[in-house]
């Protein structure tokens, strides 16, 4: 069974880059049609999409978030990380990797790690 966990920082200063990196056991980054994604929430809002990045190391991103996301990967640790430039409070939330595989069957969700912007 695929397993994500999610590690960085929990406190970043505005105007600084927030990095977090999701660690994955039970299955290669690699596989086919599996996507790599980075989701966040705020607080007492809905879940926000960020962007992927593909099995084949292709990336795609939030159009509203695409000038300061990026998304890489190691390959030999078998983990993905996203990095979010210029940060402000309004990117306080908590931060989700998820695999989705294609076609659509199961998600595989990380637990999540909550990130605090301070101004």
């Known amino acids: 069974q695929v397993q994500l966990q999610e590690s960085g920082p929990g406190l970043v200063k505005a105007s600084q880059t927030l990095s977090l990196t999701c660690a994955v056991s039970?299955?290669?980054?690699?596989?086919?049609?599996?996507?790599w994604n980075w989701i966040r929430q705020p607080p007492g809002k809905g879940l926000e999409w960020i962007g992927y990045?593909?099995?084949?190391?292709?990336?795609y991103y939030s159009p509203s978030l695409k000038d300061r996301a990026s998304i890489y990967r190691d390959t030999s640790k078998n983990q993905f990380t996203l990095q979010l430039t210029s940060v402000t409070p309004e990117d306080t939330a908590v931060y989700f990797c998820?695999?989705?595989?294609?076609?659509?069957?199961?998600?595989?969700w990380g637990k999540g790690t909550q990130v605090t912007v301070s101004s």
């Open positions: 039970g299955g290669s980054i690699t596989t086919d049609r599996h996507y």
């Open positions: 998820v695999l989705v595989p294609v076609p659509r069957g199961r998600d595989y």
């Open positions: 990045i593909a099995y084949s190391g292709s990336t």
